[in-house]
C-alpha cells in the first residue's frame, strides 16, 4: 500500500494502531475532549470533538459542507468546574457547564493567571514535571484545551517580549527604540515580539496544542503544508514527542533559516513545485487518506493555541486592552486567533472592550484585502508573489474565521507593497529589534494606517513581529555596509570608521 512509501511503522495510516476508534483511546483522553465541540464556520454544523466511530487518526477538519471548522467549549474558572467520578474512580474536571463571564468573575481570572505568571520557573532535579504555568500558552489552559497533564508536549513556550517603542512611552534607554514610533507616527505603541518563542516563530503558540493534541489522539505521524515558520515548529514539537514529522513546501520559496530547522530537527521534507496553495492541497489530501494527523491551522486546536498571543498582550499590559491590534496576515490563522482571544477576554470581563484588528496583507499576497475592499460580497483568491515568502498565500484556509475577526472588532485590511515591508523591516532591524520581512509588514501597515488617519496618532496600538530576523538573513541585509573586510591594522580600520 502506498502508506509504506511513506515509511510510516507498521499499523499506522491503515493499521490498528492508527485507526482506533475513540473507545480505544485513554479514559482521560475521552472524557476530557467529551466537553469539546466543533462548530462550522460556514453552516454552523456542530460535531463533538471526537465522534463516534471515529477514527483516532482521522479526526474531521472540515465540516461535511466544505467549511473549516472552530472550537467550542465553555469556558470555567477551576474551582467552578464540577468533579465527575469516572471508572476507576478517579476524577475528570467537568468543562462543561457555565460561563464564568460576569464582571466579578473577570477579576478571578485576571488572579489566576497572574498567580501563574509569577511562579518561578523551576524544575525539580528528580522530575520530569511539567512547567505548566510558566509556558505562555497553557498559563491560560482553561480557555485553550482540556488536556490531561500528562499528555501535554510543551518547550514551554511564550513568554515573549513586549517592547515599548512609541515616541511617548519609550524610557530614556530605550532611545534607538524609539524611532519606531517616530516612523510609525505614534505616541504608544508596542511590539509584541513573536520571534521569541523556542523555534523563532508565533508558531509554536499552536503547534505545543496541536501535537499535544496527536498524542492525545495516539498519533505517531503528523504533517503539514509551509512557507516555513509552521514547518520548522512543527518538526521541533514532533521530535520532542517522539512522533514523526512530515513537511511539505514550496520548493524554492522558503528562507534558508526555516528550510534548515526543518531538517535539523530531522522532519522529513518535502519540497514541492507549485506553491504554499498547491502544497496546502495536498497535504490535506495526503493527511486524510494516508491517516497522518494534519497540523496547519485548518486544525481547529492550532487556533486555539494561536489564541495564547492575544491573552499574553493583555496580561503584559495588565489586562487593559489596547485600541488597536495590527497583524501580517496569509493563511489567517493568526487573525482568526488573536480576534477570538479578544472575544473571549471580554465575554469572560477580563478586559472591558475589544481592541480593532488590523491585518495587513502584502500587495502582491493580498486576497483578503481585495475581499475586504469590496465589504466582502465575494472571496478573493490570487496568485501569491511577495519577498515576504512567510505570507506568499493566495487563497487563505482560515478567511471566513478571520472576516467574523475584522467585522466584529470593527477591524480593518490593509495592503503594504514589498518595498514598504522592507524600509519598515530596515527601522525594526536598525532599532536593534529585528524581525523577518513578513512581520514588517505589521509596522508598514501601521505606518500607512497612521498616515491614512484611520489610527490616531495618539491611540494606544499592539503590533505584532511573527518571526524572528534569523529566519530570513537574506533580505534587508544593509549593502554599504555587508561584506567589507580590511586588514588588520589600526589604520585599515580608522579608514573604515572615517
Ligand atoms: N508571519 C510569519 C512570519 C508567518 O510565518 C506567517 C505564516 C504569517 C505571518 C501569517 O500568519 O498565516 O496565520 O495569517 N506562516 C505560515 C507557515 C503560513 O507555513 O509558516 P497566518
Not at 520548522?232 to 514529522?245: E, I, P
Not at 514589498?418 to 524581525?435: N, Q, S, T
Not at 496600538?461 to 561584506?483: F, Y
Request: glycine share 10%; aromatic share 6%; with cysteine.
Amino acid at each position: 500500500m502506498a502508506i509504506n512509501s511513506t515509511g510510516l511503522q507498521p499499523g499506522q495510516g491503515s493499521g490498528e494502531e492508527n485507526n482506533r476508534s475513540h473507545t480505544l483511546l485513554s479514559s482521560d483522553v475521552v472524557a476530557a475532549l467529551s466537553a469539546v465541540s466543533l462548530r462550522c464556520v460556514e453552516c454552523s454544523a456542530l460535531y463533538p470533538a471526537l465522534e463516534a466511530g471515529q477514527r483516532a487518526s482521522l479526526p474531521r477538519y472540515r465540516c461535511t459542507c466544505g467549511g473549516v471548522l472552530d472550537v467550542e467549549m465553555k469556558l470555567r474558572l477551576p474551582h467552578q468546574r464540577s468533579p465527575v467520578a469516572r471508572e476507576g474512580g478517579d476524577v475528570f474536571l467537568d468543562f462543561d457547564a457555565g460561563t464564568g463571564g460576569a464582571p466579578a468573575a473577570g477579576a478571578e481570572w485576571r488572579q489566576l493567571f497572574d498567580e501563574r505568571a509569577t511562579t518561578p520557573p523551576i524544575w525539580s532535579i528528580s522530575t520530569d514535571k511539567l512547567l505548566l504555568d510558566c509556558s505562555g500558552v497553557w498559563r491560560y489552559r482553561e480557555l485553550i484545551l482540556p488536556a490531561p497533564e500528562a499528555y501535554i508536549i510543551s518547550r514551554p513556550e511564550g513568554n515573549t517580549g513586549l517592547y515599548p517603542v512609541g515616541i511617548e512611552n519609550c524610557g530614556s534607554g530605550r532611545s534607538g527604540h524609539r524611532q519606531i514610533g517616530l516612523y510609525a507616527g505614534l505616541e504608544r505603541f508596542f511590539l509584541k515580539h513573536e520571534g521569541e518563542n523556542p523555534t523563532g516563530s508565533f508558531k509554536d503558540r499552536g503547534m505545543t496544542v496541536g501535537v499535544t493534541m496527536a498524542n492525545m489522539l495516539g498519533a505517531k505521524a503528523v504533517a503539514c503544508a509551509s512557507t516555513g515558520n509552521t514547518s520548522a515548529s512543527l518538526a521541533s514539537y514532533a521530535a520532542q514527542a517522539g512522533m514523526r514529522g512530515i513537511v511539505f513546501l514550496p520548493a524554492g520559496n522558503v528562507s534558508g533559516g526555516k528550510l534548515a530547522q526543518s531538517l535539523a530537527y530531522g522532519a522529513q521534507t518535502i519540497q514541492i513545485e507549485g506553491d504554499f496553495d498547491d502544497a496546502m492541497r495536498l497535504v490535506e489530501q495526503v493527511c486524510n487518506e494516508l491517516g497522518i494527523y494534519l497540523l496547519n491551522s485548518l486544525n481547529p486546536f492550532r487556533v486555539e493555541g494561536q489564541k495564547a498571543i492575544g491573552f499574553e498582550i493583555l496580561q503584559q499590559l495588565d489586562w487593559q486592552a489596547p485600541d488597536w491590534l495590527v497583524l501580517p496576515a496569509g493563511n489567517l490563522g493568526n487573525t482568526s486567533a488573536i480576534g477570538k482571544a479578544f472575544r473571549q477576554a471580554y465575554q469572560l470581563s477580563l478586559i472591558s472592550h475589544m481592541p480593532r484588528i488590523a491585518s495587513i496583507q502584502a500587495a502582491g499576497a493580498n486576497p483578503f484585502y481585495r475581499s475586504f475592499k469590496q465589504n466582502f460580497a465575494s472571496r478573493e483568491s490570487v496568485q501569491a508573489d511577495t519577498i515576504a515568502t512567510a505570507i506568499k498565500i493566495g487563497n487563505p484556509v482560515s478567511y471566513t474565521r478571520a472576516r467574523r475577526v475584522i467585522e466584529e472588532s470593527d477591524g480593518i485590511v490593509e495592503s503594504v507593497t514589498d518595498d514598504e515591508i522592507l524600509a519598515a523591516k530596515a527601522v525594526i532591524d536598525r532599532a536593534g529589534i529585528g524581525c523577518e520581512p513578513a512581520s514588517a509588514a505589521t509596522l508598514a501597515g501601521v505606518r500607512k494606517l497612521v498616515a491614512q488617519g484611520i489610527i490616531k496618532r495618539d491611540e494606544h496600538v499592539v503590533g505584532v513581529l511573527t518571526g524572528n530576523l534569523l529566519k530570513d538573513s537574506k533580505t534587508g541585509i544593509p549593502q554599504e555596509t555587508s561584506g567589507i573586510v580590511v586588514q588588520s591594522t589600526i589604520d585599515a580600520v580608522r579608514r573604515v570608521l572615517g
